[in-house]
């Protein structure tokens, strides 16, 4: 009888034991969410972050990655990510969240990839900001990915695309926010706001002539077959941001956060290193399905940012706060 009790006690020990392991593996492994399909630039970096993550930590602490939006669009993510049901994500910015993330959209912010580096390195005025929006809604930034520059992508021939002055009378899908209308609407194209989901259909049919809010690695993978030609005029800068939820990082012990700090910026400085690469692969991948780069000079780019400031911005500073956005975007005028 003793010999069956004791036995009773070491198997739920066992069994105790057991289910507590699963527990803290469980807790080690940091779901991770992010917007493109597998196999994608940010999909094969989010596997090497996780990958030197779960070296440093001796496989204490990992990633368990989510493509192509499985989680939900990044709109719902950023909310779950802030609650804490999803752990972290690679994506942008949700202006739904937040308006004042709207400053991150502005066109022509920044024109080149030189000026993109330093306004967005960590410490920057303009980080500084985007870390204190996240951080009130209990996210932290851990590293941002920068993805490209934007363009225009047309299925007709369009005259004098790269002279902001000119009418051209094409009109063009924006997204549904207004600085991207806004810009359309100021550089000589009718603005036509409609949901991702119906651009490649507006675009085949004839509705559209063309597409802006994107850069070439978006019109390749969406786009290729309707486009005819694509002007690299630097509308945007589309940077997206690690972001892991506070408390999440918060609970991590001393040596699994430090180890996470260094993944991360290591994550961040190898994208600096290969975006501008990056970025003129998919120009070329957009050229060999037969799609004509258009050539666009410095001061081609400089005239659109001299609408784009003059016009545009004012519009979208009062949207988001007069004193608020002046003094994020002081540093760019």
Do not use: C
Not at 200 to 223: K, R
Not at 248 to 265: P, S, V
Request: without cysteine.
């Amino acid at each position: 009888m003793k010999k069956r009790i004791q036995y009773s006690t070491i198997a739920k020990s066992m069994l105790l034991a057991l289910t507590l392991a699963g527990t803290a593996v469980e807790a080690a492994t940091l779901k991770i969410s992010h917007v493109r399909p597998q196999g994608t630039a940010i999909d094969e970096d989010v596997h090497q972050l996780s990958e030197e993550l779960k070296a440093a930590t001796d496989g204490a602490l990992e990633l368990r990655v989510y493509a192509a939006n499985a989680l939900g669009d990044y709109t719902v993510v950023q909310e779950r990510v802030s609650l804490g049901a999803i752990d972290m994500a690679v994506q942008p910015p949700s202006a739904s969240a937040d308006k004042r993330f709207q400053v991150i959209y502005m066109p022509y912010m920044v024109k080149n990839w030189n000026d993109a580096r330093k306004a967005y390195t960590p410490g920057s005025p303009l980080r500084n900001t985007i870390d204190e929006l996240y951080q009130s809604q209990d996210i932290k930034v851990l590293a941002a990915w920068p993805v490209y520059f934007g363009g225009i992508a047309l299925n007709r021939e369009v005259g004098q695309v790269t002279d902001p002055t000119h009418n051209k009378g094409a009109k063009l899908r924006v997204p549904p926010m207004k600085s991207f209308q806004m810009l359309a609407d100021s550089t000589g194209f009718i603005g036509s706001p409609l949901p991702f989901s119906e651009a490649f259909t507006a675009v085949q049919t004839g509705v559209v002539d063309g597409v802006m809010g994107s850069g070439a690695e978006g019109y390749y993978a969406s786009f290729r077959d309707v486009t005819k030609s694509y002007v690299p005029l630097n509308t945007h800068f589309e940077v997206w941001f690690l972001q892991i939820n506070a408390e999440r990082y918060a609970d991590l012990d001393d040596a699994d956060r430090a180890a996470l700090d260094k993944a991360a910026q290591n994550f961040e400085q190898r994208r600096w290193e290969t975006a501008r690469a990056d970025q003129a692969a998919n120009e070329q991948y957009l050229a060999d399905a037969g799609a004509t780069i258009v050539e666009v000079t410095e001061a081609d780019i400089n005239a659109y940012a001299d609408v784009a400031r003059e016009r545009i911005w004012p519009e979208i500073i009062k949207d988001i706060g007069q004193d608020w956005a002046e003094q994020v975007l002081s540093q760019f005028k």
